[in-house]
Nanobody, 124 residues
Framework: QVQLVESGGGLVQAGGSLRLSCTVS????????MAWFRQAPGKEREFVAA????????DYADYVKDRFTISRDNAKNTVYLQMNRLKPEETAVYYC?????????????????WGQGTQVTVSS
């Protein structure tokens, strides 16, 4: 069973930065496309960013483009999300997700494995 463990969440002031990490317990990590999603209380889970297996292909939601950066280190079985200029409305639980194969897109249904989530709270 593939396990995903997120870390790096916390409390930050508006305009601040955080870097999330997601470590995957899978020897063939490089075969998985990865993504970050988030879910605020009372809202549906929404797409944030995705990265293909090699790390050279990425996709971002418009509302995080130019502020967030997704990256991966296949030697460390880890995907990252660097979040800059955070806004209070981005307070949410952030989840990483994995799909065996090429870039999986923005639909939660396309992902096979999920982490337990890490809380990000942005104070105003």
């Amino acid at each position: 069973q593939v396990q995903l463990v997120e870390s790096g969440g916390g409390l930050v002031q508006a305009g601040g930065s955080l870097r999330l990490s997601c470590t995957v317990s899978e020897r063939t990590f490089s075969a998985y496309a990865m993504a970050w999603f988030r879910q605020a209380p009372g809202k549906e889970r929404e797409f944030v960013a995705a990265i293909n297996r090699s790390g050279f292909g990425t996709d971002y939601a418009d509302y995080v483009k130019d502020r967030f950066t997704i990256s991966r280190d296949n030697a460390k079985n880890t995907v990252y999300l660097q979040m800059n200029r955070l806004k209070p409305e981005e307070t949410a639980v952030y989840y990483c997700a994995a799909r065996l194969g090429i870039l999986a897109g923005r639909d939660t249904k396309r992902y096979d494995y999920w982490g337990q989530g890490t809380q990000v709270t942005v104070s105003s």
